[in-house]
């Protein structure tokens, strides 16, 4: 049955964890198939055409599994890759970047957006875009805030190097007085504290991983695919393109448990797809 098929996530690597620990949370009945292209990241500073590239043949490896939904949970991939995808697979794929960006919206007062995220995210210009979208009238901050991967892939989530990165990437912000601040990118939801720390408890965070694992319930519903088998799904299972060890070791730090079920992909053996 399709109901009872598992939902696909991908990312460019570990960051994704944070979305699929929010569908994880939120989708209790449901089963999740995670792919974290380790041998390829960074997306974050790469161009349109090869992210593009690289997200369709993840989804090509994932759409294989048998899978009833595609979630991109790297914000660059939804920036650059969300009409291929459309185009190539014939099942719903969504990206994070408009519940992130509805959620923002809803929560502004003064209509004063920052959104922090990859190089790559902030060029494509789709979150700016977006908000703009729904309202003319909001103002949009856009900054790159591209050292606060590797600080979360150290575990320094709460070290006094990555509040003085937060307080000098984050000082333009507060200058501007945004209201509201969307992380857009998988990583910056590790540093939710630190952040809110530096900008003040009167600014709204915008965890984009949360704000599409919320909207996706409402979806699997609208569109009739909520898993209808009552036992417990059977365990998730997680795909690495490059070595399981080092992905084991940092996914501990997004999870604070051990993955099980953690194997390796090779993506350049799957039959090429125009
Ligand atoms: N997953 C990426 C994103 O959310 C961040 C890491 C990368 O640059 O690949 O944009």
Redesign the pocket.
Known sequence: MKQDKPIAIF???V??LTVYQALRRTLPRERFIYLGDTAR?????KSAETVAAYSLQNSQFLVSLGVKMLVV???????YAMETLVDHFDMPVLG?IPAGVRRAVALSRRKRIGVI??E??IQSQCYQNQLRDIDVDIVVHALPCPLF?PLVEEGWLDHPVTREVAQIYLAEMSAREVDTLIL????YPMLKAVISAVLGAGVNLVDSAEAVALEIGSILTALNLERRNTAAPEPDEFYVTDSTAKFQKVAEIFLSHKLENLHHVDLTLLPKID
């Open positions: 990312d460019s690597g960051g994704g990241v960074p997306y974050g500073t949970a790297c914000n660059t991939a939804s920036s994070v995220a990859t790559s995210t991967v857009g990118c998988t990583h």
